[in-house]
């Protein structure tokens, strides 16, 4: 009992060391409005930890996946839902229950770090509802004193960029709700915590009608944009939205509190006649070139002292979304772990990363597959799936084979090659499987489809596969902190064992 006891607080105190030494850093949103096969819990956790992911934020409190991060490591922010603002401003009890059921049984095995009370909440819902919010706050904090925990777990409120006005240049701006705004940061200043906000230069692009080259929204080089009142060069759209936050802060006289970007990233596709910007190029510059603006350990121009720290939007394409082809598009992973296109979340270069950017692989049936469930596949497929099949529909087609896992195979890739860029998957209710070896025989070529290729996507949301019972979930560290890290947790280790 005392060893278990033992080896678990030295992994949850090294992880929380190392969260003191590290700088800037890159996190990861993860939502689920997925349709079905999800992600499961572990495999989301597998994927965090196979592409060295260190702080994620939930949209809310998917008490499974936060019991996967547990003895982790890995930072989270939980989200507590719009509509549960106003329930948790009205019962002090109920916002009390939340952070016992949530935060305080789950930690510290799960390093919850913050709670995201609502999204958008001052845009997104009615003007009048804006009352409910810094109470809601409020009694969530009053729970994490009582808990002992308000020292740890910090509470902000993430905010579009829509709740200021005059935003460029960025000395200019200002809230345009300064009692809600102001009641807010006062909350923040009282304990201690940081604004966080969301903030898309893509959006920002596309708003201003071209106003802005695409290359200052995407950070590649070109001409640098000055504020005449500051004198502050600005060479990308981000540092310009960040200083815009911290002046419009400065407006109402709080000039100390940090900010967190929440939200930042790039669609992967779009309607090509009314999202042309929304590619699979784009969005790989953009958070490539994200990712080392943020390592690089500097803050924008009015604040460099303070790092950059983000979280992209967004882990998985939510092929569930309504709206626009650009809405189900951020993902940087399809719902299987294959990535969009290549990302390296510890240096932004592209080239690093083990993955073909230009083709992904073949989409395969599993050896181990039982046929009927390969032909409801097929079925699926070659029926609401839309795939072209006319390859395997009788023994005189080329590709009809001598078994139902070629016919599988075919129809399977043929729908993934098509239907990637789009939200589909591969994997067939857990029946198919990624190759990189061409399965091709004869006269039955595969077909094979690169980014730099990729066809339209449907206008409406695309069928992601047959609907599977598998996988079922609900929604710049330095050498010097790693060996710090160990030398600490060295001398707990002794001073722990020396108790017994």
């Given at each position: 009992?005392?060893?278990?006891?033992?080896?678990?607080?030295?992994?949850?105190?090294?992880?929380?060391?190392?969260?003191?030494?590290?700088?800037?850093?890159?996190?990861?949103?993860?939502?689920?409005?997925?349709?079905?096969?999800?992600?499961?819990?572990?495999?989301?956790?597998?994927?965090?930890?196979?592409?060295?992911?260190?702080?994620?934020?939930?949209?809310?409190?998917?008490?499974?996946?936060?019991?996967?991060?547990?003895?982790?490591?890995?930072?989270?922010?939980?989200?507590?839902?719009?509509?549960?603002?106003?329930?948790?401003a009205?019962?002090?009890?109920?916002?009390?229950?939340?952070?016992?059921?949530?935060?305080?049984?789950?930690?510290?095995?799960?390093?919850?770090?913050?709670?995201?009370?609502?999204?958008?909440?001052?845009?997104?819902?009615?003007?009048?509802?804006s009352?409910?919010?810094?109470?809601?706050?409020?009694?969530?904090?009053?729970?994490?004193?009582?808990?002992?925990?308000?020292?740890?777990?910090?509470?902000?409120?993430?905010?579009?960029?829509?709740?200021?006005?005059?935003?460029?240049?960025?000395?200019?701006?200002?809230?345009?709700?300064?009692?809600?705004?102001?009641?807010?940061?006062?909350?923040?200043?009282?304990?201690?915590?940081?604004?966080?906000?969301n903030?898309?230069?893509?959006?920002?692009?596309?708003?201003s009608?071209?106003?802005?080259?695409?290359?200052?929204?995407?950070f590649?080089?070109?001409?640098?944009?000055?504020?005449?009142?500051?004198?502050?060069?600005?060479?990308?759209?981000?540092?310009?939205?960040?200083?815009?936050?911290?002046?419009?802060?400065?407006?109402?006289?709080?000039?100390?509190?940090?900010?967190?970007?929440?939200?930042?990233?790039?669609?992967?596709?779009?309607?090509?006649?009314?999202?042309?910007?929304?590619?699979?190029?784009?969005?790989?510059?953009f958070?490539?070139?994200?990712?080392?603006?943020?390592?690089?350990?500097?803050?924008?121009?009015s604040?460099?002292?303070?790092?950059?720290?983000?979280?992209?939007?967004?882990?998985?394409?939510?092929?569930?979304?309504?709206?626009?082809?650009?809405?189900?598009?951020?993902?940087?992973?399809?719902?299987?772990?294959?990535?969009?296109y290549?990302?390296?979340?510890?240096?932004?270069s592209?080239?690093?990363?083990?993955?073909?950017?230009?083709?992904?692989?073949?989409?395969?049936?599993?050896?181990?597959?039982?046929?009927?469930?390969?032909?409801?596949?097929?079925?699926?497929?070659?029926?609401?799936?839309?795939?072209?099949?006319?390859?395997?529909?009788?023994?005189?087609?080329?590709?009809?084979?001598?078994?139902?896992?070629?016919?599988?195979?075919?129809?399977?890739?043929e729908?993934?090659?098509?239907?990637?860029?789009?939200?589909?998957?591969?994997?067939?209710?857990?029946?198919?499987?990624?190759?990189?070896?061409?399965?091709?025989?004869?006269?039955?070529?595969?077909?094979?489809?690169?980014?730099?290729?990729?066809?339209?996507?449907?206008?409406t949301?695309?069928?992601?596969?047959?609907?599977?019972?598998?996988?079922?979930?609900?929604?710049?560290?330095?050498?010097?902190?790693?060996?710090?890290?160990?030398?600490?947790?060295?001398?707990?280790?002794?001073?722990?064992?020396?108790?017994?």
């Open positions: 009992m005392v060893k278990l006891e033992l080896a678990t607080f030295i992994l949850i105190f090294g992880g929380l060391l190392s969260s003191l030494l590290e700088g800037a850093y890159v996190g990861m949103n993860i939502g689920m409005d997925i349709k079905r096969p999800r992600p499961s819990a572990a495999k989301v956790v597998a994927l965090l930890k196979a592409h060295q992911i260190n702080h994620v934020r939930l949209y809310y409190a998917d008490v499974k996946l936060l019991r996967a991060l547990s003895l982790t490591g890995i930072q989270v922010v939980v989200g507590v839902t719009n509509d549960e603002v106003k329930y948790f009205n019962y002090p009890s109920k916002a009390a229950r939340w952070v016992k059921e949530v935060v305080v049984e789950l930690s510290p095995a799960t390093n919850i770090t913050a709670i995201a009370v609502g999204n958008e909440f001052l845009t997104m819902l009615p003007k009048n509802e009352r409910f919010l810094v109470p809601a706050m409020n009694n969530l904090h009053k729970a994490l004193v009582a808990a002992k925990l308000s020292r740890k777990v910090k509470i902000s409120a993430p905010q579009t960029t829509e709740v200021m006005v005059g935003t460029f240049p960025p000395s200019t701006a200002k809230f345009s709700r300064e009692s809600t705004l102001r009641r807010l940061l006062q909350f923040l200043k009282n304990t201690d915590s940081f604004y966080m906000v903030a898309y230069p893509y959006r920002q692009y596309v708003d009608g071209g106003v802005f080259p695409i290359e200052y929204a995407l590649q080089p070109g001409q640098k944009i000055v504020d005449s009142n500051t004198d502050f060069q600005y060479e990308n759209m981000l540092d310009s939205l960040i200083d815009a936050t911290y002046f419009a802060m400065s407006a109402l006289d709080f000039r100390h509190i940090p900010v967190v970007v929440s939200e930042t990233g790039w669609p992967w596709a779009g309607d090509n006649e009314t999202e042309p910007q929304a590619t699979v190029k784009n969005a790989e510059t958070n490539n070139n994200l990712i080392q603006r943020v390592l690089n350990g500097s803050g924008p121009p604040r460099r002292e303070i790092p950059m720290n983000v979280y992209i939007y967004e882990m998985y394409n939510e092929d569930d979304m309504p709206g626009p082809v650009s809405e189900r598009s951020w993902g940087v992973f399809f719902s299987d772990g294959s990535p969009v290549p990302l390296n979340f510890t240096t932004g592209s080239e690093k990363v083990r993955v073909n950017s230009s083709f992904p692989g073949f989409c395969v049936a599993k050896a181990e597959a039982k046929d009927q469930d390969l032909q409801g596949g097929i079925d699926w497929a070659c029926g609401p799936g839309e795939t072209n099949c006319s390859a395997i529909l009788s023994p005189r087609d080329p590709c009809y084979g001598d078994s139902v896992k070629n016919r599988a195979s075919f129809a399977f890739n729908y993934f090659q098509r239907m990637r860029f789009c939200g589909g998957n591969c994997d067939f209710s857990g029946t198919a499987n990624l190759t990189d070896i061409d399965p091709s025989y004869g006269s039955c070529r595969f077909t094979q489809i690169l980014n730099s290729t990729r066809p339209a996507c449907p206008s949301s695309p069928p992601s596969g047959p609907a599977s019972e598998i996988g079922k979930a609900s929604r710049i560290r330095t050498s010097f902190g790693r060996v710090a890290t160990t030398l600490v947790a060295l001398v707990f280790l002794e001073l722990w064992t020396s108790r017994y």
